[in-house]
C-alpha cells in the first residue's frame, strides 16, 4: 500500500491476486453497507447531523460508539457530548518571546486527541521565522529540523485552528458538518462530513486537516476519554481539526489543554474570555496582542504576544 | 394512450442504440473499456482512501476538481450557442440547440461524477439532499453549485427530450413551450458558471481566488473552448451523419471565438499587471504560476504552453482566411481546448492552494490513478453524448420516427456513423 508522501512510487505495484481481491472487498462493501452488515452500520448510516439527535438518539449513539471503539482498541472507551459551561468563551495566547520551537506541543496534542500516527497528522504545526523579517508567512519553514532549538536568529510561531469568531469554514460547509459552538469553539461532526473539503480551502490558518487514508492509531496509544465532537477516532475520508481540547476543557472543573500542559516554557496561556479576571483578559489589556490574519476579519480567539 | 406512446419511444431508443455500423460499435467498445479501467481506479481508490491521489492537506482539490470546473464552462457555453444561433437566424437551428443542449447533459454528467469521486465519503451524498439531510444553502457556494448544476442539467434534459420527442412522432415542438426554456436556459448557462466561479472567488483565505475579475475571466475563456470543441462536433457529425450544418454558422461562431478570446485575454493582462505592479504578498501564487517560486515551477511550462496556444488561436480566429480555411481552423480549436483546458484546469486550482495558507509550497501532479479515473469520467461523457447522438440524429434527419400505429417505432438508419461516399449514395430521406 503506497504510503504518505511516497508519490513518487509507481502507483501500480500490486499483484493480480491482490487486485481481484481487493475488488471483491470493494465490490462486496462499495460505497454502501452490505445487505447483512450488522445492524450498528446502518444505525451509522442513517444517524442524523449531531445537533438534530434528540437527547435519547444521542445517547443510542454515544453507546454505539462506546461499544464500537472498546472492541476494537480492546478497552474501555468513553464518548462524551459533554455541552458547553454557560458564561464561557475560550480564548487562547501564545506568547512569541518565550516559544522555543521545541514542538512538544505538537506531540502532546496528537497523544491526547487520538490523531493518526500513519500517516501522521498535526493538528499544531511550528513555523521557524527569521527574527529579521517577522512574521512573514512566506518565508516560514515548517521542517527545520536541527539538533537544538532554539536557533540563532529564528522565532517560532506554533499555529492551530484560531478558533474564529467569523470561521469561514463554517460558512462553506454544504452540509453544515462543522460549527462554532455557543463556547466559541468550532466541530466537526465526523460522522455527517462528506468530505468535498471546501472547508480546507476556506480555512486561512491551515487548521483543517484530511484522512486521507484510514488513521492508523495503536491500540496502545489510544486515549480512551473521548468527546463526540473532539477527540474520538476518526474515520477515513472525513476533516479533523483542533478543538480546544473540548474534552478536557468542558469538564467541572476543567482541564488545561494538552499544549497548554506541556509547554516547557510557559508560552501556552489558556481561559475564559467572559471572566474579567482571567489570565487571558489580563494578557490582552496588558501585553502587545495580535491575531494572523486581522485583515481577513475572521476574528480569531488565539493570540500571539510578546510578555518580554 | 400517452404513456403507451412514452413507452414505445424508449423501447425504440434502446433498440436504436443498439444498432450501428462497424465504427460504431468500435467506438462505443473503445469508450467501455475506458470507461471500465475508470471503475477499476476508482474501487482501487475507494478501498485505499484518497491518498493514492496525489492531493494532501496543502493541496486539497487537484485534478478531478480542476477537470470538474473546465466541463462546467464547456456544459454553460455549449448553451450559449443558441444566442448566435437566433441572432443570425441560422437554419439548423433546432440542430444547433439540440447539439448543444446534449453537450451540455454530457458535459454535466462529468462535472457530477468528478465531484464524486472527489469527496472522501460518497456514501454520505445524501447528506446534501434537502429534507433528508441538511443542504447548507444559501450560505455554502457549493450548495449554490449543487442546485444550480442539478437545475441545468434537468432543464437541458428537458428541452432536448421534448423536441426529439415530438419530432419523433412527426410534428413540429410547441413553441410556446421550447422558446421561453430554450431562453431561460441563456441565464442559466452564464450562472452555472458564475456560481462556481464565485465558489473560489469567495474565499478570502485564497488571494489567487479571491479577485473579482474570477468570474468575468470565466466566462470569457468558456466561450473560447465550448464553442471550439462544438465546432469539431459540428464538422464531425456533418461528415458523418445526415445532419446537415452550413459553412457560415461554423465560421460565425470561430468569429465569437476570436472575440472572446481577446476579451479572455485582456482580462487575464489586467490581473497580470495588478498582481506584479503591486507586487504584495497576494503575488506570490501567480508567481508560482507564471515564473516558478523558490526553484519550484511544475505549472509553469503547462501555464506557458497554454498562453502560446491561445495567443496562436486568437489570431488564425481572428484573420478571416485562417479562419475560413478548415485545416487552420481546426488547429485552433484544438489550440484553444488545450489552452483552456490547462488555464481554466489545473492552471486556476492548483496556484489557489500553492503556496498554502502558511507558505508551504507543495507541487501538486496527479498520480496514474488519478489520470486513470479521469480518463474513465471522460470517456463515460463521450458515451452518454454518444447515445443521445445516436438517439437525436436520427430523428433529426427523419430515419427514426414513429409508425403508422402510432406506436412502435421505424429504424431507418441502422448504421449511424457512415462513411461519407456512402452518405452521398444514398439519397436524402429514402
Known sequence: M???????????RMSRRKMMKGVAAVLGAMALPAKDAPASVWESFFQKNFRELSPDDLKGVLARLEKEYSEKYKKAV??????????????????????IGCRRCVYACVGENNQSRDPQIHWIRVLQLNKERGVDLEDAEQYYNPAKVPEKGHFYMPVQCQ????????????????????????????????????CMAACPYGARHFNWKKPGLPSAEMNPETHYLGNRPRPVGVVEK????????RNIPGRYTACVEICPVGARKFGNLLDPESEMRYIIENKRVFILKEDLNTRPKFFYFYAT | ?????????????????????????????????FMGIGFLAYLYQLQHGLIITAMRDQVSWGFYISNFTFLVGVAAAAVL???????????????????????????????????????????RFWHLIPKFGILNFPQSLLAWDVVVLNIYLVLNLTIAVYILYNLYHKREPNKSFTTPLLLFSIPAAVSIHTVTAFLYNGLAARPFWNASILAPRFLASAFCSGPALMIILFQVIRKYTRIEIRNEAIFKVAELIAYSMFINLFLLGAEVFKEFYSNTVHLAPLQYLLEGLKGHNDLVPYIWTAMIFNVSAFFLFLIPQTRENYVTLNIGCVLIIIGVYIEKGMGLVIPGLVPDTLGEIYEYSPTGIEILLTMGIWATGLFVYTLLLRVAVPILTGEF??????????????????RADHLAEQSYRD
Open chain 1, 78 to 99: 468513553k464518548v462524551r457530548a459533554t455541552p458547553p459551561v454557560e458564561g464561557i468563551l475560550y480564548g487562547y495566547g501564545l506568547d512569541l518571546s518565550r516559544c
Open chain 2, 81 to 123: 450557442l443558441v444566442i448566435p444561433a437566433y441572432v443570425y437566424h441560422w437554419k439548423p437551428l433546432k440542430e444547433v440547440a439540440v447539439l448543444g443542449e446534449m453537450l451540455a447533459v454530457s458535459a454535466m454528467v462529468m462535472c457530477l461524477l468528478f465531484v464524486t469521486v472527489d469527496i472522501g465519503r460518497p456514501d
Open chain 1, 163 to 198: 478558533q474564529c469568531e467569523y470561521p469561514p469554514c463554517v460558512k462553506v460547509c454544504p452540509v453544515q458538518a462543522t460549527w462554532k459552538e455557543r463556547d466559541g469553539i468550532t466541530v466537526v461532526d465526523y460522522n455527517w462530513c462528506i468530505g468535498c473539503r471546501y
Open chain 2, 401 to 418: 420516427f414513429v409508425g403508422d400505429d402510432g406506436r412502435t417505432a421505424v429504424i431507418v438508419d441502422t448504421e449511424f456513423i457512415r
Open chain 2, 1 to 33: 394512450m400517452p404513456m403507451r406512446m412514452i413507452w414505445g419511444f424508449f423501447k425504440g431508443t434502446l433498440v436504436l442504440v443498439a444498432k450501428g455500423s462497424k465504427a460504431y460499435y468500435t467506438w462505443v467498445f473503445t469508450l467501455l473499456c
Open chain 1, 242 to 249: 483542533c478543538t480546544f481540547c473540548i474534552q478536557r476543557v
Open chain 1, 2 to 12: 503506497p504510503t504518505q508522501g511516497k508519490r513518487d512510487e509507481p502507483a501500480f
